[in-house]
Nanobody, 123 residues
Framework: QVQLVESGGGLVQPGGSLRLSCAAS????????IGWFRQAPGKEREGLLCLTRGISTTVKGRFTISRDRTGNTVYLQMNALKPEDTARYYC?????????????????????WGQGTQVIVSS
């Protein structure tokens, strides 16, 4: 397992953008699948998108997940934010020994989790 720390959350107006960061302590994330999840008040945690080992960027609608060049940080870029995007956002990681497997979309596919960062979309 690896220790993950999310940052970058905050208050943003509808239509705005935020970039969340997920950093690992003492390791690089190059050999990990990374997933971003979120949990809104009163709802179950849901998966947003994930990044397969060896892939630098994945886009899904308004959300983009990417690795920085050093491999130390993974980002979640969120655009055109809506009030329903208000939630606590979590990154998760699973180290994989080899290439060729796609990142898991389910929570059960990850064994390391950060504490989350809060995003509030409101005018």
């Amino acid at each position: 397992q690896v220790q993950l720390v999310e940052s970058g959350g905050g208050l943003v107006q509808p239509g705005g953008s935020l970039r969340l960061s997920c950093a690992a302590s003492g390791v690089t994330l190059d050999t990990y699948h990374i997933g971003w999840f979120r949990q809104a008040p009163g709802k179950e945690r849901e998966g947003l998108l994930c990044l397969t080992r060896g892939i630098s960027t994945t886009v899904k609608g308004r959300f983009t997940i990417s690795r920085d060049r050093t491999g130390n940080t993974v980002y979640l870029q969120m655009n055109a934010l809506k009030p329903e995007d208000t939630a606590r956002y979590y990154c998760a990681a699973k180290q994989v020994a080899s290439w060729g497997t796609a990142c898991p979309t389910a929570e059960s596919g990850y064994d390391s989790w950060g504490q989350g960062t809060q995003v509030i979309v409101s005018s």
